[in-house]
C-alpha cells in the first residue's frame, strides 16, 4: 500500500481523468463516454476501497505531509513557478535523453510520430501527459521517477524499428 502515497503513481492517477477528458472530447459517441466515466469512477471507486486501511491510519497524514519537500502544493502551483517548471523541463529533458541514450530517444520520438495516426493516440497520451504532470509536479526532478515512464519508450521504439524495417526491407515482412 506503501507504493499510493508516491508521487509517481499520482501522476498516472492524475492522468486517468486527463485521458479522460480528452477521450470524452475526442470521441462523440455517448454510449462510450458514458461507459469510459463510468469505468473511471468505478476505478477510483474501487482504489479507495483498496486505500481505505491506509488513508484511516493517523500516522499516513503524518507522512502525507512531508511530500511537499519533494512535490509542489497546489497552491504553489496556482502561483506559477515559471523559474522552477523551466528548470524541470531541462531536467527531465537531459534524463530522457541521457538515460535513455540519444539513439533509443530519438527512436521513440519517430516511433510517436509513425503511431500518431493509427489508434494509438491513448498510448502516446499515456507517455507525455504524465511527463508534463511530472514537470509541473516536481521540485526536483531525478531518474528515480522517469523510470515508471521507460517501458512506454520501448514500445515507441519497437514501432519504429518496425517502420524502419518496413521501409528498408519489404520483403521481409
Same mark, same amino acid.
Given at each position: 500500500?506503501?507504493?499510493?502515497?508516491? !508521487? %509517481?503513481? %499520482?501522476?498516472?492517477?492524475?492522468?486517468?481523468?486527463?485521458?479522460?477528458?480528452?477521450?470524452?472530447?475526442?470521441?462523440?459517441?455517448?454510449?462510450?463516454?458514458?461507459?469510459?466515466?463510468?469505468? =473511471?469512477? $468505478?476505478?477510483? $471507486?474501487? +482504489?479507495?476501497?483498496?486505500?481505505?486501511?491506509?488513508?484511516?491510519?493517523?500516522?499516513?497524514?503524518?507522512?502525507?505531509?512531508?511530500?511537499?519537500?519533494? !512535490?509542489? !502544493?497546489?497552491?504553489?502551483?496556482?502561483? @506559477?513557478?515559471?523559474?522552477?517548471?523551466?528548470?524541470? =523541463?531541462?531536467?527531465?529533458?537531459?534524463?530522457?535523453?541521457?538515460? =535513455?541514450?540519444?539513439?533509443?530517444?530519438?527512436?521513440?520520438?519517430? $516511433?510517436?510520430?509513425?503511431?500518431?495516426?493509427?489508434? !494509438?493516440?491513448?498510448?502516446?497520451?499515456?507517455?507525455?501527459?504524465?511527463?508534463?504532470? @511530472?514537470?509541473?509536479?516536481?521540485?526536483?526532478?531525478?531518474?528515480?521517477?522517469?523510470? +515508471? @515512464?521507460?517501458?512506454?519508450?520501448?514500445?515507441?521504439?519497437?514501432?519504429?524499428?518496425?517502420?524502419?524495417?518496413?521501409?528498408?526491407?519489404?520483403?521481409?515482412?
Amino acid at each position: 500500500m506503501g507504493l499510493f502515497i508516491k !508521487s %509517481s503513481v %499520482s501522476i498516472f492517477l492524475a492522468n486517468i481523468v486527463l485521458i479522460g477528458m480528452v477521450v470524452a472530447y475526442i470521441n462523440k459517441n455517448s454510449l462510450f463516454r458514458r461507459r469510459y466515466v463510468v469505468g =473511471v469512477v $468505478g476505478s477510483f $471507486g474501487l +482504489a479507495l476501497i483498496i486505500l481505505y486501511p491506509l488513508l484511516s491510519q493517523p500516522d499516513f497524514m503524518k507522512i502525507i505531509t512531508m511530500n511537499s519537500r519533494y !512535490s509542489f !502544493s497546489l497552491n504553489e502551483i496556482l502561483q @506559477f513557478p515559471w523559474i522552477e517548471w523551466a528548470g524541470n =523541463v531541462q531536467a527531465t529533458g537531459e534524463l530522457l535523453w541521457w538515460y =535513455v541514450t540519444p539513439f533509443l530517444f530519438v527512436l521513440c520520438i519517430y $516511433g510517436m510520430y509513425r503511431m500518431r495516426e493509427s489508434s !494509438s493516440l491513448y498510448l502516446i497520451l499515456w507517455f507525455i501527459l504524465p511527463i508534463l504532470l @511530472f514537470i509541473l509536479f516536481t521540485k526536483d526532478p531525478s531518474q528515480r521517477y522517469i523510470v +515508471a @515512464f521507460l517501458p512506454l519508450v520501448t514500445i515507441f521504439c519497437a514501432q519504429a524499428f518496425l517502420f524502419l524495417n518496413k521501409q528498408t526491407l519489404p520483403w521481409v515482412f
